[in-house]
């Protein structure tokens, strides 16, 4: 977040050495978001970023060492004679494409172009009709035994180059080391980078592909997918946990078995025939729904049902109540309930005796 495009371009051409750059736009800035390189050459990644600044990437065809611009450059300055011929042009659609009024004045978009003998490099300054404009492009025509060039001249802040997009990146799924959780953002350490500092690392949002249903976060030193919903990068999510041993793990080498678990022992167990839930204690601590047995459940220590209103156990055969030592039913409120303990207690304000031999 904090690296400057200097730097970006510094670590790109540790892979070149010898060679440099001349660097015309975004000195010093902050890229201020994370990039991706992915599946593209150093060049077209580059290319990509330097349209982000509404600029271009050119290559250096005098100076062998000097790789590129980075950004336009503007060394020369020429003057051209007012009385030239040209041709004048607006070009509304890059004007409307870049944001209308939110972009800057449609005049920025107004260009010339002219043809002449002269040579001029992208970049070079031209200064025509007591204006300055820019070499943005030119093309060139053999005309008999002469070169002829025909410039666009734009003015400065106009667009230069449209974004350049990696269509490759839309949709794909990078998957990645969790280093740090945090809310409901993940630091990832992506399979596609040699090294990542935690504390460089960028925060994504993690959205789970069952939504709120199971809500669980990803623990660090688990895998994720950093998922780009977008050919434009931005805003990337991470959608999930990445199994890395499905094949070798004893709860899931069975597809018509289905388990959802925490690393505090917690466990749901979703089988053919039973749905489980277990706790996390050493102890025995379950519901258990089976087809064939019933509901079934197991606590070490107390059980307890509580309700506002009242608590209704209803059978066509029979409840039945199982105690090492005692069975002890209460009326809250007051005295009145019974205890089973070997014998059977009654207790209560008005007792009614009614029993036969």
Not at 71 to 82: Q, V
Not at 198 to 214: E, I, L, Q
Not at 327 to 340: D, E, N, P, Y
Request: hydrophobic content about 30%; glycine content about 8%; proline content about 3%.
């Amino acid at each position: 977040m904090n690296m400057t495009y200097d730097e970006l371009i510094g670590i790109i051409l540790k892979d070149y050495p010898g060679y440099s750059y001349e660097q015309c736009i975004g000195e010093g800035q902050k890229i201020g978001k994370p990039l991706f390189q992915y599946k593209e050459t150093d060049w077209s990644f580059l290319k990509r970023i330097s349209s982000e600044l509404k600029s271009e990437l050119s290559c250096d065809i005098i100076e062998t060492l000097n790789m590129f611009y980075f950004g336009r450059p503007s060394k020369t300055s020429y003057k051209l004679e007012d009385t030239s011929d040209y041709r004048a042009c607006k070009d509304l659609k890059q004007y409307h494409e870049s944001g209308g009024n939110e972009a800057g004045h449609d005049t920025d978009y107004f260009y010339y172009e002219i043809e002449t003998r002269e040579k001029y490099e992208i970049g070079a300054n031209i200064s025509f009709k007591n204006k300055d404009f820019y070499v943005n492009q030119y093309k060139v025509r053999a005309l008999s035994d002469e070169v002829i060039y025909k410039y666009r001249l734009c003015r400065k802040n106009g667009v230069w180059q449209t974004k350049v997009i990696n269509s490759l990146i839309g949709g794909a799924s990078i998957e990645g080391k969790v280093l740090e959780v945090k809310g409901e953002k993940i630091k990832l350490h992506l399979n596609i980078d040699k090294s990542q500092n935690k504390d460089k690392a960028s925060w994504f949002p993690y959205a789970p592909p069952t939504g709120n249903v199971m809500y669980s976060m990803p623990i660090v030193g688990t895998s994720a997918s950093l998922y780009f919903p977008s050919e434009t990068s931005e805003e990337p999510i991470v959608t999930g946990c990445v199994r890395t041993n499905g094949s070798s793990c004893a709860k899931t080498a069975d597809t018509t078995k289905r388990y959802f678990g925490t690393e505090h022992g917690s466990e749901i167990e979703m089988v053919p025939n039973a749905l489980n839930i277990k706790g996390g204690s050493k102890e025995p601590l379950s519901i258990s729904f089976d087809d064939a047995v019933g509901v079934t459940i197991t606590s070490h220590k107390k059980l307890s049902l509580n309700a506002a209103d009242e608590i209704t156990m209803k059978t066509p055969q029979s409840v039945k109540l199982k105690a090492q030592s005692q069975i002890l039913v209460a009326k809250a409120g007051t005295k009145s309930g019974f205890s089973m303990e070997t014998d059977l207690h009654f207790l209560s304000n008005n007792v009614i005796k009614n029993g036969s031999d």
